[in-house]
């Protein structure tokens, strides 16, 4: 374990604006018989993010790790959180990552759409292999990735009086229902994984549940 020297953390709002800071300091470790060393490194975290119309958002974050003055790791990013109504929302971000050997960039853009039975997702990353955040991880590394689902969500009280009386009896509560998608590919734009499958979930009033994944 690294023993950590000293550490703070504040967050707070102010009207429409969010900040949150943490800085952590950590001391050096030397482990001779596993041949491990880490130099005293700090660890800094800023982020600030401001509220917009209703119920949207943007954002920015900043991290650095540094050890040295050549041992470094800085990574900034941006993101944004739009919701034109209460059923649609659109999302995104962009990141870049750089140190003394290389520099990356990170890049994210989803939607979705959630109506009375149907919910709708979908999202497109893109991550290159010099992305590397020294504070934080990055999912995958060196490809790109889209995904998407849709679901059949309706309440047991808004379904039609054919079946609502028998999945009372059981004490239903909820049903999503759908199909997902989640493709990779690599930095040659060829499809490396395919991963298809079929949801289906059930939520009874007693907190209770079954899922079904094929």
């Known amino acids: 374990m690294i023993p950590i020297i000293e550490g703070g953390k504040l967050t707070g709002k102010v009207g429409s604006y969010g900040l949150g800071f943490l800085n952590v300091m950590t001391d050096q470790l030397e482990k001779p018989s596993e041949e491990l060393s880490i130099d005293r490194t700090n660890f800094s975290v800023v982020r600030l993010r401001k509220d917009l119309l209703t119920s949207s958002s943007v954002g920015v ?48 853009l989803g939607g979705n759409w959630r109506g009375d039975k149907i919910r709708a997702s979908t999202g497109y990353s893109a ?22 689902a849709l679901r059949w969500a ?26 997902e998608m989640d493709i990779s590919f690599n930095n040659e734009q060829e499809v490396e994984t395919v991963n298809l499958r079929y949801l289906h979930w059930m939520n009874f009033k007693s907190g209770d549940w079954i899922a079904i994944d094929i």
């Open 61 to 108: 974050i900043g991290t650095n790790r540094q050890s040295s003055a050549d041992n470094y790791n800085r990574t900034g990013g941006v993101d944004f959180l739009y919701r034109p109504s209460e059923t649609l929302t659109f999302n995104g971000l962009m990141a870049i990552s750089t140190d003394r050997d290389q520099q990356g960039q990170a890049f994210y």
């Open 127 to 148: 991550i290159d292999p010099d992305f590397v955040p020294g504070v934080g991880f990055a999912e995958r590394g060196g490809g790109r990735r889209l995904r998407g």
């Open 154 to 179: 309706p309440w047991v009280s808004d379904m039609g009086n054919w079946i609502q009386p028998a999945l009372e009896r059981i004490h239903l509560r909820e049903i999503w229902s759908g199909p």
